[in-house]
């Protein structure tokens, strides 16, 4: 699918209808073309994210699982790839789920085949998770050839190139972070 033009922009990119007073974005120094280029930019990731989506929902519903289930997959893969010991309460940290809510968890994902509970290799106490074999080949069939597809495009990308995209990312990142905890303030007035 090409890139957006202009004409094809959803209005909900569009400043002038989304922000038609400038009360969130002051636009007053953009100049028409800067804006333009703006908004197809913010069309563009909109299309990402919905596409990312379109690919979470499908993955999910192939493999029976929620999307804090398939994070959890996601995690064990790594981990499997890599050669890393995964303990539950790593895996919950990870997630960012209670104990008891990990333990529901794992329960279901053994229950379904999609993990299994191991000894510990130096801690006795302490057991281990790892996805199945199955569960692995999945998850790469299903899910990781999506994402894979994601290197053609920044391969194609010179190393200037690069370099600008995840410059954006990071401060789009940032700022996104940074709004986050500005919620609830008093916004300041223009004078």
Known sequence: MAALDNEELPTIYNLASSDPRSELIDRSTVGEEALQQIERIMAEMGRLRSVERK????????????????????????????????????????LKITTASMTKMIDKLERAGHVVRTAHPTDRRSLCLAVTDHTHMAAREQVGRHHASRFGAAARLTPAEREVVIRFLSETAQDMESSINSVGEKPTPKP
């Open 55 to 94: 690919i979470s929902r499908a993955s999910q519903q192939y493999m029976k699982l929620n999307e804090t289930d398939m994070r959890a997959i996601r995690f064990l893969i790594s981990a499997k790839n890599t050669g890393d010991i995964v303990t539950p309460s790593a895996l919950a940290k990870y």
